[in-house]
T-cell receptor, first 115, second 110 residues
Framework: EAQVTQNPRYLITVTGKKLTVTCSQN?????MSWYRQDPGLGLRQIYY???????DKGDVPEGYKVSRKEKRNFPLILESPSPNQTSLYFC??????????????FGSGTQLSVL | QKEVEQDPGPLSVPEGAIVSLNCTYS??????FMWYRQYSRKGPELLMY????GNKEDGRFTAQVDKSSKYISLFIRDSQPSDSATYLC??????????FGSGTKLNVKP
């Protein structure tokens, strides 16, 4: 089954404790991206990657890191989480953004709480 | 100014009603416009996308883009309780960045 898999689904952590949210897709997609969703603010793009070893900042990259060492994986890293990073996070992939690749396939989300 | 602004709702309509969902955008260079539907506790799913001004129809759904006024709309005919969800407009810019509206929560009452 074609899918984007995020883990974990729920995460509670404390300020300053490094964490990683994993994302994996099995569709051989080139484009992958991370979003956070907050009430009243909608989905905001954190980082995106056009291909392996190519990453770019989205709208709200501060406090986050990503890496794209393999085509299928795109982990989101919070080196020192803070309470304002409490949010619902989504990973998504697409065959190629632009020129027909506008269909983003989303994972099921990760609800993160930073205390 | 945000790249895309969406009427926040929420909207509550009776079954069978016509629903209109609307967004405006800021940059006249934007070319790719999408509508995503998000059910509670799920990731968004693409409903429709279009590259150009005018209407695009898919069953009970019609996406409309007016580039002259930088306005995008989604119309749902004969709305059903299963259409109850949050609808997000989205734009892909020329640098492969996606911008989403804040979402409109729709409730269709049986």
């Amino acid at each position: 089954e074609a899918q984007v898999t995020q883990n974990p689904r729920y995460l509670i952590t404390v300020t300053g404790k490094k964490l990683t949210v994993t994302c994996s897709q099995n569709m051989n997609h080139e484009y992958m991206s991370w979003y956070r969703q907050d009430p009243g603010l909608g989905l905001r793009q954190i980082y995106y990657s056009m291909n392996v070893e190519v990453t770019d900042k989205g709208d709200v990259p501060e406090g986050y890191k990503v890496s794209r060492k393999e085509k299928r994986n795109f982990p989101l890293i919070l080196e020192s989480p803070s309470p304002n990073q409490t949010s619902l996070y989504f990973c998504a992939s697409s065959s190629n953004a632009g020129g027909g690749g506008e269909k983003l396939f989303f994972g099921s989300g990760t609800q993160l709480s930073v205390l | 100014q945000k790249e895309v602004e969406q009427d926040p709702g929420p909207l509550s309509v009776p079954e069978g009603a016509i629903v209109s969902l609307n967004c405006t955008y800021s940059n006249s260079a934007f070319q790719y416009f999408m509508w995503y539907r998000q059910y509670s506790r799920k990731g968004p799913e693409l409903l429709m996308y279009t590259y150009s001004s005018g209407n695009k129809e898919d069953g009970r759904f019609t996406a409309q883009v007016d580039k002259s006024s930088k306005y995008i709309s989604l119309f749902i005919r004969d709305s059903q309780p299963s259409d109850s969800a949050t609808y997000l407009c989205a734009i892909l810019d020329n640098f492969n960045k996606f911008y989403f509206g804040s979402g409109t929560k729709l409730n269709v009452k049986p």
